[in-house]
């Protein structure tokens, strides 16, 4: 399917799932969730998770009011029917390991039309659901959009085998871009400094869960 890269719009779909995707995630799981005075009401802002799982983004979006659009790996998005879905869900497609400007371009018109973008820095899930080292997508596309970042973590409790394991979600506090330290004439050293950083917030947000397990 091909993907429209056009400026993001509201998704009625989104609107509809997000008292389902509640429902559905506390069926699978016991989730408890921290911090949501943290997230700014209004205005652009890059939401950063670690990566646990696919239902990550479900879990955030049942416990985030905000509207979130996610970007997601391309291969996703083979089946029509599947794809269809997932852009109404408003989730775009990117093709890992590549510098993919559609993607990136499309990621700073969601941010500059006001909207909430949601990124996995990791860039693909933590098998043992430990946060990983950032990629620099986060920070170039924070360089480049001047946007806050929102540092989240996902926590599972280790070795739950139960039939609802559970889920700590925890906001932290914005990280403003500023404290990046992302100046226009931005160095690779920095980009990896500023994705450090972000990582370093939502590592720090995860540790909460594991002292507290």
Same mark, same amino acid.
């Given at each position: 399917?091909?993907?429209?890269?056009?400026? #993001?719009?509201?998704?009625?779909?989104?609107?509809?799932?997000?008292?389902?995707?509640?429902?559905?995630?506390? @069926?699978?799981?016991?989730?408890t969730?921290?911090?949501e005075?943290?997230i #700014?009401?209004?205005?652009a802002?890059?939401l950063?998770?670690?990566h646990?799982?696919?239902?990550?983004?479900?879990?955030?979006?049942?416990?985030? #009011?905000?509207?979130?659009?996610?970007?997601?790996k391309?291969?996703?998005?083979?089946?029509?029917?599947?794809?269809?879905?997932?852009?109404?869900?408003?989730?775009?497609?990117?093709?890992?390991?590549?510098?993919?400007?559609?993607? @990136?371009?499309?990621?700073?018109?969601?941010i500059?039309?006001?909207?909430?973008?949601?990124?996995?820095?990791?860039?693909?899930?933590?098998?043992?659901?430990?946060?990983?080292?950032?990629?620099?997508?986060?920070?170039?596309?924070?360089a480049?959009?001047?946007?806050?970042?929102?540092?989240?973590?996902?926590?599972?409790? #280790?070795?739950?085998k139960?039939?609802r394991?559970?889920?700590?979600i925890?906001f932290?506090?914005?990280?403003?871009?500023?404290? @990046?330290?992302?100046?226009?004439?931005?160095?690779?050293?920095?980009?990896?400094?500023?994705?450090?950083?972000?990582?370093?917030?939502?590592n720090?947000?995860? @540790?909460?869960?594991?002292?507290?397990?």
């Open positions: 399917m091909k993907f429209d890269f056009s400026v #993001p719009k509201e998704s009625r779909l989104y609107n509809s799932f997000r008292p389902l995707a509640k429902a559905l995630v506390s @069926l699978k799981f016991k989730v969730s921290f911090g005075e943290n #700014p009401k209004e205005g802002f890059i950063a998770a670690n646990i799982g696919a239902l990550d983004p479900v879990m955030i979006i049942s416990r985030c #009011p905000r509207t979130l659009h996610f970007m997601a391309d291969e996703l998005f083979k089946n029509r029917i599947f794809a269809s879905f997932l852009k109404n869900m408003n989730v775009f497609p990117v093709k890992r390991q590549t510098s993919d400007k559609k993607s @990136l371009d499309f990621a700073k018109k969601i500059s039309s006001g909207w909430v973008l949601g990124i996995f820095p990791e860039g693909s899930r933590s098998k043992d659901a430990i946060p990983k080292k950032a990629k620099n997508g986060v920070s170039y596309l924070a480049k959009t001047k946007a806050d970042v929102l540092p989240v973590s996902i926590y599972k409790t #280790p070795k739950d139960s039939l394991p559970k889920i700590t925890r932290g506090k914005l990280i403003k871009n500023s404290e @990046l330290d992302l100046s226009e004439n931005y160095s690779q050293q920095k980009i990896r400094e500023a994705s450090e950083k972000i990582m370093e917030k939502i720090s947000l995860w @540790l909460l869960g594991h002292e507290n397990k």
